[in-house]
């Protein structure tokens, strides 16, 4: 297999569903286990009713717009010498007030955005995806069970076969013969017939215990046609 991982959650809580069984194919980024998360979505939706509160922005401008209009009368009620200097200066308090209430009102709706956006993460979190495109190769416990971020506590293992790595071991007499990019015929024990593939890496360092070194071809398995885990021969150039 290209890679093979063992699922854990990032949070702990009781599992509520595993959408998957063994032997299911999954796509990256799909819902595999579900936990118990009522307290988390009643969290999202308080959240999600402050951050689309209109009636605090609302009133506040409202406020602003009458203090606005009242500066302006009394201003030019001054200019005629009908009003205080006083009326005039209360009147601006006023206008200042309503915009500083304006501005509390927007960082208010501001921070109940933020928190809606953070609410919705932790939410995330008592969903577990699929990292990859892949196929779920053991599943290790169920719903009831409790599930942890504990390296022994994995709830599932997927593996991802498309496409799927081949290694190879060659002897030392074939150092430097066989480079990335180079292609080969692969015929595995099953289902039989044959492939190409691809180097993708060759290692530099051959092994002084048993004069070999390995290399690695990449072979496309669209279809999941071949098991990752077959036993098979590979030519290269054609020999």
Known sequence: ARDTVEIRSSVEGIIDKVLVRRGDMVRKGQVLVMLESGTERAAVELARSKATMEGPMRASESRLDFALKKEQRTAELFKQNFVA???????????????SELREARENRKIAELELQRNEEVLKLRSIRSPFDGVVVERYMSPGEFATSNVKDPVLKIAEVNPLHVEVVLPASHFGKIHRGARASVRPEAPGGRFTATVTAVDSIIDAASGTFGVRLELPNPGLRIPAGAKCKLTFGGR
């Open 85 to 99: 200097a006083g009326a005039l200066d209360e009147a601006r308090t006023q206008r200042e007030l309503a915009e």
